[in-house]
């Protein structure tokens, strides 16, 4: 008898490929959930309530904090993100894989709140690489990609803190080691 799924929370700096991973991995295997966080933010356009995110105000996230109903939240450039306690334990006792794609802020909350959860660090195959991927957005003003890579340092400093790290060399390897350490395949 395989044990119980645990849930799972993959982190690493910004630009290592995160979302990246977790859309291909979803992609290949629907049936892993992935929470769907709560936000302060505006949608964009294309964004569904309760699809991308749950859209709240600012009032209703302090309600939610204020009452425990986040398993961890952030705030990041201004706005709060969290991640719903409920529907996670719910997942999690009906057997479902979950993962969670969170900061390393959110990723330490979790660890103290559950601490049976695998935390997995996903990290750039060379700093020159993970610089390469911030600043080749093209979208940010220089002093917005200097405090991304500040951030960066800071991140990849904590990897000593998660359970396993796996290195994103390749989209399509880290979906599969990581699909493995949840014994979806």
Do not use: C
Request: hydrophobic share 40%; aromatic share 6%.
């Amino acid at each position: 008898m395989s044990e119980r799924p645990r849930l799972t929370v993959l982190s690493g700096p910004s630009g290592v490929g995160k979302s990246t991973v977790v859309a291909h991995l979803r992609k290949v295997h629907p049936e892993v959930w992935l929470s769907v966080s709560a936000t302060t933010r505006r949608p964009r356009p294309g964004e569904r309530h309760g699809v991308q995110y749950f859209f709240v105000d600012d009032e209703e996230f302090d309600k939610l904090v204020a009452n425990g109903e986040l398993l961890e939240w952030a705030e990041f450039a201004g706005n709060r993100y969290g991640t719903p306690r409920q529907a996670v334990l719910e997942r999690l006792a009906a057997g479902d894989p979950v993962l969670l794609e969170i900061d390393l802020q959110g990723a330490r909350q979790v660890r103290e709140s559950m601490p049976g959860a695998r935390l997995v660090f996903l990290a750039p195959p060379s700093w020159d690489e993970l610089v390469r991927r911030l600043t080749g957005r093209g979208t940010e003003s220089p002093e917005v990609v200097e405090r991304r890579l500040a951030a960066a340092r800071i991140e990849l400093a904590a990897e000593p803190e998660f359970d396993v790290t796996l290195v994103n060399t390749s989209v399509e390897d880290v979906s599969r080691e990581l699909l493995a350490l949840m014994q979806v395949v």
